[in-house]
């Protein structure tokens, strides 16, 4: 799995909703932290959501963003990664993309 080679001690996995940390979890078996960006009860995007993960994960080395099946959120956590860190690396499989991120260089 690209996670599994490309994963670092230290990184954190976000993924865009609560009910994605079980599919990630039966193919995934690293150990990285892993952090949903929205609870299944949430109905809405916010920054609030974001900032909040972010806060949690502000000791992490690298920060990967997993989007699958983004339908409410469309492509706002993508941006906002953008705006806050350097894109690593991409990689794109059917119905789930996978970003690599770290903080940008100041």
Same mark, same amino acid.
């Given at each position: 799995?690209?996670?599994? +080679? ?21 193919y ?9 960006? +929205? ?19 502000s ?18 956590y ?8 350097m ?6 499989? +059917? ?8 903080? +940008?260089?100041e």
């Open positions: 799995l690209f996670l599994e +080679k490309q994963g670092r001690e230290g990184d954190v996995i976000m993924v865009d909703a609560s009910y994605m940390i079980g599919p990630l979890n039966y995934y078996k690293g150990n990285l932290a892993r952090i949903p960006l +929205k609870s299944s009860t949430d109905t809405a995007v916010t920054e609030a959501s974001l900032t909040k993960v972010l806060s949690e994960a000791s992490a080395d690298g920060l990967w963003l997993i989007l699958s099946h983004n339908w409410r959120s469309r492509e706002y993508k941006e906002q990664m953008d705006q806050r860190f894109l690593v690396r991409e990689k794109h499989y +059917k119905d789930i993309d996978v970003y690599h991120y770290r903080n +940008k260089i």
